[in-house]
Nanobody
């Protein structure tokens, strides 16, 4: 069983930065894809970014390209989301997710989820 625990959310001003962390436990992640989704009130959960744990290959939603960066620390079994140049529309609950070997941008294709963490961006 995989457990994911997010941390690092909070309040940032527009144009500012935040870094989210997702600590994973339960089994080695060398064969997993891990990613971040977000969900704003009244909206569906949307894909933000993902990273293949073994290859380091990344993918980003167009809305965050050039502003957000996903990375991983193999030794700590932790994935990070560095969010720069934050916009009010980035405000949402951010979820860490993991899936074995591959996944799509659809939330339904991911098996493991963290509890979510709030990111608020003031204008």
């Amino acid at each position: 069983q995989v457990q994911l625990v997010e941390s690092g959310g909070g309040l940032a001003q527009a144009g500012g930065s935040l870094r989210l962390s997702c600590a994973a436990s339960g089994e080695p992640f060398s064969s997993y894809v891990t990613g971040w989704f977000r969900q704003a009130p009244g909206k569906e959960r949307e894909f933000v970014t993902a990273i293949n744990w073994s290859t380091g290959t990344t993918e980003y939603a167009d809305s965050v390209k050039g502003r957000f960066t996903i990375s991983r620390d193999n030794a700590k079994n932790t994935v990070y989301l560095q969010m720069n140049s934050l916009k009010p529309e980035d405000a949402a609950v951010y979820y860490c997710a993991a899936n074995l070997r591959s996944a799509t941008v659809l939330a339904s294709s991911w098996k493991y989820w963290g509890q979510g963490i709030q990111v608020t961006v003031s204008s």
